[in-house]
């Protein structure tokens, strides 16, 4: 997984400029599906859908920092079931349940609460990537250990990320510290291979060398995510011919829906709708996706040399995009395109999957559907009940399985300054994506329209047609497809389908008999227990 990578960054999506010839490697080794969706376009809840397999309304961690309930079924409980380990390399930005965990009298250090603190997962080695530090302190408190390898190099700080891995060096001498836009085609100031790509890839490389026969490693990087730079020779690889016109129209501004409007005017994309940053930006984007792809291909040649290429698949993802400046914004959070689509890349190494190598899929898919497919691949039966995702396979066994006919995205902005500016009470500030190959509805809590885009016939999205009558027939169909998902079971995780059937009549055969006129309602044998001769008279003492 690699963080904020946007789905058209890379050379098999087409890119005119960026060539990456690794993630291209996996792809023509196995199929990438062109309509992955995330499930929220935010860190947090996007990664908790992808490790649940649930929608973000069913865990219930719908952003950064609100915790995974204690009980979360997650894809360690499922693997570990069936004899398989689930480790983390890298990245999770989640935050445990503590106050579940002390409910519960679950200790960090026991073996249960540190996997309920790492989201099910065992931990290899775990950093979040952000280690930002301000008048108030850290962001995270927690150790990194990758500023703990720094340390151990001996980089003259306590937080070397800060100080080296994400800042650059000025023409006066001076810190230019990568938080800054305008130093985003200065190189860090770190030797590539001490840089935090290269050192995950040694981390993950340490863990295959080590595994057994059976594990999933969810190897998560941190980048591309801001802060964008990136140190040499990656930070000059590309220039500002290398950065296209952003993907924006004046339409958009004209009555444009009011958390669409509130977004356009907020600081990130304010930053991005100067073209100066993004000729700066972007060229540091593209050198981060490209250090990646050839820090896959370590990973790739690893594999291959070692052997373990027969026997591993390999799946290419992200947990959201980026817009760069696209319709006015910057970072994510909504759902255009470029920000809720995502690459998903999947190489199955099995002589089942020949048949599709090298192949696309524009199937509808969603990353809860992942967990599905690594419970199937690990040879379980997926518990339909708990994980509301849907196995790949089939589609890479080149198979045509009956499929889902819209995807669904969330996203809950209650936290944000863009809630406070409209006004809206945290429970109202959530909004709703359903979109079905063609149309794309995006619902918002709270009082407000709808917004609505014709993707056939307006493939860049800046025509939001709700703004009008006219179109009350695909808004009809959308909103019932949200209504028919709303209406999913999807908090009845303790008893699955079979358990239900195994579940009817037991209790006749346990001799609970309610309602029987005479007893010839139901057979013979339910009822001998309760037929005979009486065993004594009590009735005259």
Excluded at 112 to 138: H, N, T
Excluded at 270 to 284: C, H, L, S, Y
Excluded at 309 to 315: G, R
Excluded at 400 to 421: C, F, G, L, M, Q
């Amino acid at each position: 997984m690699y963080d904020q990578l946007r789905f058209d960054y890379l050379s098999c999506a087409g890119h005119p400029h960026l060539q990456t010839p690794n993630f291209d490697r996996v792809a023509a080794r196995g199929v990438r599906f062109t309509q992955a969706y995330v499930q929220s376009p935010v860190c947090g809840a996007s990664r908790m859908s992808f490790y649940t397999g649930r929608y973000a309304s069913s865990h219930g961690a719908q952003w950064n920092g609100f915790p995974l309930r204690v009980g979360e079924q997650t894809l360690g409980d499922h693997l570990r079931g069936l004899g398989m380990d689930c480790w983390l390399i890298g990245k999770t930005h989640m935050k445990a349940d503590e106050e579940g965990m002390r409910r519960l009298g679950l200790s960090a250090d026991s073996l249960i609460g540190a996997r309920q603190s790492e989201c099910g997962f065992d931990a290899w080695v775990r950093d979040d990537g952000l280690w930002a530090e301000g008048p108030d302190g850290q962001y995270d408190a927690k150790r990194s250990p990758y500023n703990e390898y720094l340390k151990s190099c001996g980089y003259p700080s306590e937080n070397p990320w800060a100080h080296f891995a994400n800042a650059g060096i000025d023409d006066e001498g001076n810190m230019a510290s990568g938080w800054m836009l305008a130093n985003a085609d200065k190189p860090a100031n770190i030797p590539e291979q001490d840089s935090e790509t290269p050192w995950l890839t040694r981390k993950a490389i340490e863990f295959m060398d080590q595994a057994g026969d059976s594990w999933c490693a969810h190897v998560s990087y941190i980048k591309p995510h801001w802060p964008y730079i990136v140190p040499a020779p990656y930070h000059d690889m590309y220039g500002p011919e290398h950065v296209p016109e952003a993907v924006r129209d004046e339409v958009e501004r004209d009555n444009a829906h009011p958390v669409f409007g509130a977004y356009m005017n907020n600081k990130i994309a304010q930053a991005f709708q100067q073209d100066e940053a993004r000729k700066k930006v972007i060229p540091a984007y593209m050198g981060l996706i490209k250090q990646c792809d050839d820090q896959l291909g370590v990973l790739l040649d690893y594999l291959d040399e070692t052997g373990k290429a027969e026997d591993t698949m390999i799946v290419l993802t992200s947990d959201h995009g980026d817009y760069l400046g696209d319709h006015w914004l910057g970072e994510k959070d909504l759902f255009h395109e470029p920000s809720v689509k995502v690459p998903m890349i999947v190489m199955d190494p099995r002589a089942s999957a020949d048949a599709t190598r090298g192949s696309t899929c524009d199937a509808l898919v969603e990353s809860i559907d992942l967990a599905a497919t690594f419970v199937e691949s690990a040879g379980g039966d997926i518990p339909d009940h708990i994980i509301e995702g849907r196995s790949l396979l089939p589609w890479l066994r080149g198979e045509s399985p009956v499929w889902r006919d819209y995807v669904i995205s969330e996203y809950d902005y209650s936290v944000t300054p863009v809630a406070v500016k409209l006004g809206l009470e945290p429970r109202d500030a959530r909004l709703f994506m359903v979109f079905d190959g063609r149309y794309k509805l995006m619902h918002a809590e709270g009082g407000f329209r709808p917004m609505l885009f014709d993707l056939q016939e307006d493939p860049e999205e800046f025509h939001d047609l709700a703004k009008r009558p006219g179109h009350e027939e695909p808004i009809a169909r959308l909103y019932e497809y949200l209504a028919s998902w709303g209406r999913r079971l999807s908090q009845r995780v303790t008893r699955s389908e079979n358990d239900i059937r195994s579940m009817r009549g037991r209790s006749l055969r346990k001799g609970i008999l309610p309602f029987l006129v005479d007893g010839s309602e139901v057979p013979e044998e339910l009822t001998s227990f309760y037929r005979g001769k009486a065993k004594h008279d009590y009735r005259e003492t």
